[in-house]
């Protein structure tokens, strides 16, 4: 279909050559509930932004394994890794809480480079300029694909909207009476979604920013009232007016530029430091390669898989891959195994008939995967993020 191969080849060039995520989109508040992470627990995790690896490695787990298939996601984690092993914690928080740093150019070659594996070094000796905090967009989350769309937010609501002294005051709300005190006498729904913003979402160009492929658009313009549109629509307004912003890091640093020590990740806050910097190059690794491919190569057995929402791209345009990638889940669980995962959809439907062999016997994944519906339903309706349809909590249940 021509619309589904120009979306596809969109996809490819906006994501195909840039870093896309400098933050974490999932909240691993919810992780850690769903998963009850264990010492003796070996992790699985898309890389992503590399923040929740550092936030599964905080409660004690015996490692992490970040796999990504684009490398510059794991160089930004390997970035991470080496700047909590070779600065104090001012300069990591400015680093990365910040989003800036004003000595780069003499603490990037002379405290970080030789830490950083060749391919991150090739990276951030091409990308430096990200954490200078000089040109129109002075903070490293203003940058890659993700940042360049939310500087262009922030400067809608700058100069467009004129609404920067009302969102100042949301973010600044202790209280949801508070949020929905500005949200709502202010107007802010209808202004911030005027009718060409609400376009603007139903485009694959304008989804794909954000990482969202054509076939996630579609499982929400088939399955929500109102379409991708309306869920976004609706989505703000719950962030803003219906769940606690005080500690919704993940919106203040789109919305700023930048997190606070009261308002940020787990791996940024400064009581956490000393135990990331004295284990994390042991506890944490990356993997450039697809999650299917690093689990056939991994000898060792898994307990925890974290599949982010990659499958919904997967099911429409790799069926077989996803087939077989679920059949290395199985490989490779170790007993007591659990596995979440988040979809665009509001209901998943395309996992459970899935075919795979569990000792010679051919069995579907319903029958393998008990789920926590209730539990992930609550999660779910607290997810500070609020961007995905649907949350999955289960067991891997192979004997």
Known sequence: M??????????KMIHGKNLVYNQCWEDPRLDRQALEFSPDDNVVVITSAGCNALDYSLTGVNHVHAVDMNYRQNALLELKKAALQNLDYE?????FGKG?????????????????????????????KFFKGTGRRPSFYFRGTSGLFAWMVNGYIDRVVKLRGPMNQILAAKTIEEQQEVFYEQNL???LFRPMVRWLLGRDTTMAMLGVPRSQRQQLDSGYPGGISQFV??????????LPLHDNYFWHVYLTGEYTKTCCPEYLKEENFETLRENVAETVSTHTN???????????????FILLDHMDWMYHNLKDV?????????????PGAKVIWRSASLDVEFVDPIEVNVNGEKKTMGDILHYNRELADQLHAIDRVNTYGSFYIADIKVD
Not at 107 to 123: I, W
Not at 294 to 301: A, M, P
Not at 322 to 334: F, G, T
């Open 233 to 242: 629509v609706d989505r703000i307004e719950t962030v803003f007016a219906k």
């Open 91 to 95: 300069s990591f928080f400015s680093l």
């Open 100 to 128: 800036r740093l004003e000595n780069w150019n003499s603490v990037y070659p002379e405290k970080l480079r030789d830490s950083l594996p060749e391919d991150a070094q090739k990276f951030w000796d091409r990308h430096g």
């Open 2 to 11: 021509p619309l589904e191969r120009i979306s596809r080849t969109c996809f």
């Open 322 to 334: 996803l087939c077989d990638e679920w059949q290395a889940i199985v490989n490779k669980a170790a």
């Open 189 to 191: 729904k209808e202004s």
């Open 290 to 304: 697809s999650l299917l491919g690093f689990l056939e190569s991994h000898e060792g057995k898994i307990s925890r």
